[in-house]
């Protein structure tokens, strides 16, 4: 083979780093995907304790996660495995950094889980309030406040629909950019000729 110019011949193969360079959206997505499959896990997690709530309560099973101080649970709460769907179809979406999965993901865990989660919180305000009064307020859960226990649930499950959006988005940011050049990478391509 003919080439022009002098060819560096070195064993240690430091001769073709400069072809070596990865673009920066692929090892952002690298890590957004990894981050954002932490909170699909978690979402699979939660949904997989509510449903064992429900199970365990309606036939009388006294195991880990529920008590005979337990209540029954509540609508709100198991309207929040509606966002079971909408997470396989995230988890579906990183695979193959698939766009329109994701946006039905992004989509899917707002309508399916936000909801609930307002309904839930408007549902037990008042019984939040009258904790912090402090008016007689005895209800627990496994020994603490049944409010502050509800209140921590609903926090815990928005900031995974929270993060799990944004991190979504933020994919779906980086899939559509794959392939386009920004005029910082044209212009090292110029000097690099």
């Not at 952002?28 to 365990?56: C, P, Q, R």
């Not at 707002?110 to 912090?132: Q, R, S, V």
């Amino acid at each position: 083979m003919s080439s022009k110019g002098k060819q560096v011949v070195t064993n240690d193969g430091s001769d073709s780093k400069y072809r070596e360079k990865v673009a920066d959206h692929y090892k952002e997505s690298k890590t957004a995907k990894a981050s954002l499959k932490w909170y699909l896990l978690f979402t699979f997690i939660a949904n997989g304790i509510v449903a064992a709530h429900y199970f365990m309560k309606k036939y009388k099973k006294m195991y880990l996660i529920t008590t005979k101080a337990t209540p029954e649970p509540f609508l709100w709460e198991l309207a929040t495995i509606g966002t079971f769907i909408p997470t396989v179809i995230g988890w579906s979406a990183c695979a193959k950094n698939n766009v329109k999965r994701m946006t039905m993901y992004v989509w899917g865990i707002l309508l399916f889980g936000l909801p609930p989660l307002i309904w839930g919180a408007w549902e037990h305000h008042e019984e939040l309030i009258k904790y912090m009064n402090s008016q007689g307020y005895r209800r627990t859960i496994m020994g603490y406040p049944r409010a502050i226990v509800i209140y921590g649930f609903i926090l815990c499950f928005g900031e995974m629909i929270s993060t799990g959006f944004t991190r979504g988005r933020k994919c779906i940011k980086l899939w559509t950019k794959k392939g386009s050049k920004t005029e910082v990478d044209k212009k090292e391509e110029k000097k690099d000729k």
